[in-house]
C-alpha cells in the first residue's frame, strides 16, 4: 500500500468499469492496467476485482475498501493541490476552462481572444464537453454552464438567461409561407431535432413532448450542426437565440422565446481557487465580457 500510483490505478478502474476506459482516464495502455492491477492483487493476496462477461470489472468487498480509502487519499491530495493553487498570484501558467461547443463556436472564443490580449503570460486549455467536468478532481479550473451549479463547493455568479426558440433558412420560410406562429404549428414542418437517444437535455426533452417524431427529417447530436441544417434549408431548428440570432443566413421561425425553455449562464470555479490570480482574470475579462451581451442570450437582441 506504499505505491499511491496502485491505488489510482484500482479507483481508476473502478470508475471505469473497464480496463481499457480505465487506461484513457490514466493515460496508460490497456496491458500496462492489466499488468499493473495483477501484480497488485498478487501482493496483497485479495482479489479487487470480479472479471465479468464483456470486459466488466466489478468491485469485490476488498475492492470496495480499497478505492473508498484511494478517494479519501485523492480528495486530502486535491484539496491540497487547490489550496496551494488558490494562493497562486501569478499571471501566468495553464488555465483550463470548459464549456459547451455552441457557446464556444458562437460568444466564447472572441472573448478568449480579447483574454489573450490582456494576459498573455496565460495559456488557456478549453475543454469542449458535453458531460459536466469535475472542478473538484480539477478536471477543469473555471466552467461555462448552462444551469445552476448544485455542488456546495463551487464559486461563481449567473451570468445571463439563455433565451430558446426555433429558426430557419429565409428561403425556407418563403417556400412555406411564413414563420409559424406558435408551437401548434410544427407538425406542418420539417424538423431539425436531437438524436433519439439524447435524453436528460431540456432543448430534446421538450421536443419529444411536443413534436411527433414523424416530423423529423435531419437529427445530429450537435446544435452547432442543427444550425447549420437549419441554414441550409433542411427544416426547423430549436436554438438558444445567442446562437440562431448571431447565425448570418438564419431567422426567427417563432417571434418569441419559449417560456419553457428559459435557461441560465454561469461562471462557476471551485471556492478554493476563486483567489487564484489566473481564475479572477478570466472573470473580469471572458465572464464581464459575455454578461455585457446579455440582451443578445436573452434574446432581445434579434
Same mark, same amino acid.
Given at each position: 500500500?506504499?505505491?499511491?500510483?496502485?491505488?489510482? +490505478?484500482?479507483?481508476?478502474?473502478?470508475?471505469?468499469? @473497464?480496463?481499457?476506459?480505465?487506461?484513457?482516464? +490514466?493515460?496508460?495502455?490497456?496491458?500496462?492496467?492489466?499488468?499493473? *492491477?495483477?501484480? &497488485?492483487?498478487?501482493?496483497?493476496?485479495?482479489?479487487?476485482?470480479?472479471?465479468?462477461?464483456?470486459?466488466? #470489472?466489478?468491485?469485490?468487498?476488498?475492492?470496495? /475498501?480499497? %478505492?473508498?480509502?484511494?478517494?479519501?487519499? =485523492? $480528495? =486530502?491530495? *486535491?484539496?491540497?493541490?487547490?489550496?496551494i493553487a488558490g494562493a497562486d498570484g501569478r499571471l501566468s501558467g495553464r488555465l483550463r476552462v470548459t464549456s459547451s461547443e455552441t457557446l464556444a463556436y458562437s460568444r466564447l472564443t472572441k472573448h478568449l481572444a480579447e483574454f489573450r490580449t490582456v494576459h498573455p503570460g496565460i495559456v488557456v486549455e478549453l475543454a469542449i464537453e458535453n458531460r459536466v467536468l469535475s472542478l473538484s478532481r480539477r478536471e477543469a479550473d473555471v466552467a461555462l454552464r448552462p444551469i445552476r451549479p448544485k455542488e456546495g463547493d463551487l464559486w461563481g455568479r449567473k451570468l445571463a438567461g439563455v433565451a430558446w426558440t &426555433? &429558426?430557419? %433558412?429565409?428561403? #425556407?420560410?418563403?417556400?412555406?409561407? @411564413?414563420?409559424?406562429?406558435?408551437?401548434?404549428?410544427?407538425?406542418?414542418? @420539417?424538423?431539425?431535432?436531437?438524436? !433519439?437517444?439524447?435524453?436528460?437535455?431540456?432543448?430534446? $426533452?421538450? *421536443? $419529444?413532448?411536443?413534436?411527433?417524431?414523424?416530423?423529423?427529417? #435531419?437529427?445530429?447530436?450537435? *446544435?452547432?450542426?442543427?444550425?447549420?441544417?437549419?441554414?441550409?434549408?433542411?427544416?426547423?431548428?430549436?436554438?438558444?437565440? #445567442?446562437?440562431?440570432?448571431?447565425?448570418?443566413?438564419?431567422? /426567427?421561425?417563432?417571434?418569441?422565446?419559449? !417560456? =419553457?425553455?428559459?435557461? =441560465?449562464?454561469?461562471?462557476?470555479?471551485?471556492?478554493?481557487?476563486?483567489?487564484? %490570480? /489566473?481564475? /479572477?482574470? &478570466?472573470?473580469?475579462?471572458?465572464?464581464?465580457?459575455?454578461?455585457?451581451?446579455?440582451?443578445?442570450?436573452?434574446?432581445?437582441?434579434?
Open positions: 500500500m506504499e505505491d499511491w500510483n496502485e491505488l489510482r +490505478l484500482v479507483l481508476a478502474v473502478a470508475r471505469a468499469g @473497464s480496463l481499457t476506459s480505465a487506461a484513457g482516464l +490514466l493515460g496508460i495502455d490497456h496491458s500496462t492496467v492489466f499488468r499493473r *492491477l495483477n501484480a &497488485f492483487e498478487q501482493r496483497l493476496a485479495v482479489r479487487l476485482f470480479e472479471r465479468l462477461p464483456g470486459g466488466v #470489472y466489478q468491485l469485490t468487498s476488498a475492492g470496495q /475498501r480499497t %478505492a473508498a480509502a484511494a478517494e479519501r487519499m =485523492e $480528495d =486530502e491530495a *486535491l484539496a491540497l493541490a487547490r489550496d &426555433f &429558426f430557419a %433558412a429565409q428561403a #425556407y420560410l418563403d417556400a412555406h409561407g @411564413s414563420p409559424i406562429a406558435g408551437p401548434a404549428a410544427l407538425g406542418t414542418h @420539417s424538423l431539425v431535432g436531437w438524436e !433519439e437517444t439524447a435524453g436528460g437535455i431540456m432543448a430534446a $426533452d421538450w *421536443l $419529444d413532448r411536443n413534436v411527433s417524431p414523424d416530423s423529423f427529417v #435531419y437529427r445530429t447530436n450537435s *446544435l452547432v450542426n442543427q444550425s447549420v441544417a437549419a441554414r441550409a434549408g433542411i427544416g426547423l431548428a430549436l436554438l438558444p437565440c #445567442y446562437l440562431g440570432d448571431n447565425e448570418p443566413g438564419l431567422v /426567427r421561425a417563432l417571434a418569441e422565446p419559449i !417560456e =419553457e425553455l428559459a435557461g =441560465e449562464l454561469w461562471i462557476v470555479t471551485h471556492q478554493d481557487l476563486k483567489g487564484t %490570480a /489566473r481564475v /479572477r482574470a &478570466f472573470f473580469d475579462v471572458v465572464g464581464e465580457g459575455l454578461a455585457r451581451e446579455r440582451d443578445l442570450f436573452e434574446g432581445r437582441a434579434g
